[in-house]
């Protein structure tokens, strides 16, 4: 999976209050972020409960530089403890949030809001690489290697397994997005998905049974890549490949393990990837930097890694 564009806030169900965040949001788009909160502010007097117009405000908030910015993500939070919005992440990157940050909610909407229309944006504007980064990293490092059992995790619409298909006798594929593994489905090309967590699926999984798992611009959304590795190694068989993308985006710490950019992607310095191998019994690293893909016209930088489990 790859970066989408921002949820789209769900509508009020008051036109009045609906219009009045369309007017706002195109305030904000012209660089008047201010008076796009003042009319969104007008907005939620209609619908005070409205948690995703709560959320629009904090992000008018954040862009004009109101420090109040905090509270009403706070607020949108509360009313939606489930988070489709992603307000726990703005807060994470605030410096507010107060703990761990689980933005799972808020990814299975991005994604299933952009699933129509992900793979022309993709291979179009975006000029999105990392599969075949990936793949050509799985043949340096096991160059004609057929692999039994492969794993594809956050298979989105299935870019990943067109690269690695023709090198797998068995391809499964999981993701977090219900409309991405229908459309991932379609394409034929596995021979099993699920829809689920990342963590919580491979914990389902049977011990030693893949020897390739895939990760193609998936850690981006978790912070603290830890119980991944580990689930991971625990279905990985002797000598598997496990090959992923991460990013290298500019970013603000969080911790003295994982940043969170503005794009609220996480990124994960090369010392917290080797910790998380060397605690779950990967070794034998490898690395190239690389554009991944496109954004707003700029390259994004990635790292393409592959461990080998021993």
């Known amino acids: 999976m790859i970066a989408a564009s921002a949820v789209s806030p769900l509508a009020s169900g008051d036109p009045t209050a609906d219009r009045r965040h369309g007017w706002a949001r195109d305030l904000a788009e012209t ?71 689980d933005g799972s909610a808020h990814v ?10 992900f793979e022309a ?19 340096r490092v096991a160059p004609g290697r057929r692999f039994a059992m492969g794993l594809d995790l956050g298979c989105g619409t299935g870019l990943m397994a067109r690269a690695i298909r023709d090198r797998v006798d068995r391809l499964a594929g999981v993701d977090l997005s219900p409309e991405m593994v229908a459309r ?63 990013e290298r985006a500019e970013a603000v710490g969080v911790d003295d393990r994982v940043m969170l950019g503005d794009g609220l992607r996480f990124a994960h310095p090369e010392s917290h990837l ?18 991944l893909r496109l954004d707003r016209g700029a390259a994004v930088i990635g790292s393409i890694i592959t461990f080998t489990k021993s």
Do not use: K, N
């Open 121 to 139: 944006a993709l291979t179009g504007a975006l000029d999105y690489r990392g599969p075949q980064l990936l793949a050509a990293a799985i043949e």
């Open 274 to 291: 080797d910790a998380a191998a060397a605690a779950t019994g990967f070794g034998a690293r490898t690395i190239e930097i690389a554009p």
């Open 184 to 246: 991932a489905h379609r394409t034929g090309l596995y021979d099993a998905l699920a829809v689920g967590e990342l963590v919580t699926d491979l914990a389902g999984r049977a011990a030693g049974s893949c020897d390739l798992i895939t990760a193609a611009d998936v850690f981006c959304y978790l912070g603290d890549l830890r119980p991944a590795f580990a689930a991971v190694a625990r279905i990985a068989t002797p000598g598997a490949l496990f090959a992923f993308s991460v």
């Open 31 to 101: 660089g008047r972020p201010g008076e796009a909160a003042e009319l969104m502010e007008q907005a939620l007097e209609l619908v005070p409960e409205w948690a995703a117009g709560w959320f629009a405000l904090a992000t008018f908030r954040e862009a004009a530089g109101d420090a109040t910015a905090v509270a009403a993500y706070v607020h949108a939070l509360a009313l939606d403890p489930t988070d489709r919005c992603g307000a726990a992440l703005r807060l994470a990157r605030l410096g507010a949030a107060g703990g761990p940050v």
């Open 108 to 117: 299975r909407a991005l994604f299933d809001d952009y699933a129509p229309r």
